[in-house]
């Protein structure tokens, strides 16, 4: 979801008008300039199941067409790695090593995101956009799935754009279970060079000792 968020707000400019229309179509411009991304995250999840907010940070980085990492430093070492239609997530600590094929939420990730009109993303979404009251400086765009396939996985999504740069400041995903997923950006830096090692990932970690 990170990758269609930069997308999407790549495809946003600097506008008098801030509805959702406009920043969608002004911004068409400059969406074929936007190669690479990178920032530091701080990264807030909420759940039934934990008893205090789970809070960790790192850096990620974006290269497009379909490259994101997000590189966990806090409280653990792990990482997450988009390349194409395939998600690899490696926590050494844990012994995780796991490669996961997402082709076809690529592909929903594109059908709604990318090559879609804002005509065509209300008829799968229900888009309120505004100056953001919750974050200074900022507009905020509230996406609440209309479709039943898309509610099954997410119940809202919400992106805050820098009203100066309009890009990506923050994200917040809600689940249909009720746990939040809040990424904070800071210092992000676009169309910068990235060497290609960043988005490297260590092998597979040796099996666990037995106990």
Known sequence: MFSA?????AQAKRVDDDSFDALYRRGSEINATFKTLTARFT????SS???????ASGIVAVERPSKV???YQQ???RDVLIDGGRLTVSWPARHIHDVTNIAAANRRIQ???VDGTPAQLRESFDIVSEKADDRPRTYRLTMVPRRKQIREGLTRLELWLDQTTLLLAAMRMTFPNGDTKLMVLEDVVPNTRIDPGVFTIGPSPAPAPAP
């Open 5 to 9: 968020a930069a997308i999407l707000t």
């Open 43 to 46: 990264e807030t999840t909420t």
């Open 49 to 55: 199941i934990l008893t205090r907010p789970l809070v």
């Open 69 to 71: 990492v997000l590189h």
């Open 75 to 77: 409280p653990e070492l």
């Open 111 to 113: 059908k709604y995101f």
